[in-house]
Nanobody, 122 residues
């Protein structure tokens, strides 16, 4: 089991940017598939982006605005979010799959972080 820690959330105005980070203290994430999901209260958790053996994948609603990347030296993955919209407001979660094969469904991941709140104000 991997303990994931997200950071970088906050309050930002429409059109602004944030960079989320996810790390696993004491564990090496370089061979893991890692994904970012988000969830609004009362809604299902939805896929945002992932990185793994097949490279990177994005949800259609973030293509061209969000970028997922990993820094193996820092054992960290990032989600760079630009041109933020009010509908991007949610709790963002980092998820990990040790096999390196991720997916777009939450069930493809074994471990989850606590989440970080992103609020975009208009």
């Amino acid at each position: 089991q991997v303990h994931l820690v997200e950071s970088g959330g906050g309050l930002v105005q429409v059109g602004g940017s944030l960079r989320l980070s996810c790390t696993a203290p004491g564990r090496t994430l370089s061979t893991y598939a890692l994904g970012w999901f988000r969830q609004d209260p009362g809604k299902e958790r939805e896929f945002v982006a992932r990185i793994g053996r097949l490279g990177t994948r994005y949800a259609d609603f973030v293509k061209g605005r969000f970028t997922i990347s990993r820094d193996n030296a820092k054992n960290t993955i990032y989600l760079e979010m630009n041109s933020l919209k009010p509908e991007d407001t949610a709790v963002y979660y980092c998820a990990a799959n040790p096999t390196g094969w991720g997916g777009n469904q939450p069930s493809a991941y074994d471990d989850w972080g606590q989440g970080t709140q992103v609020t975009v104000s208009s």
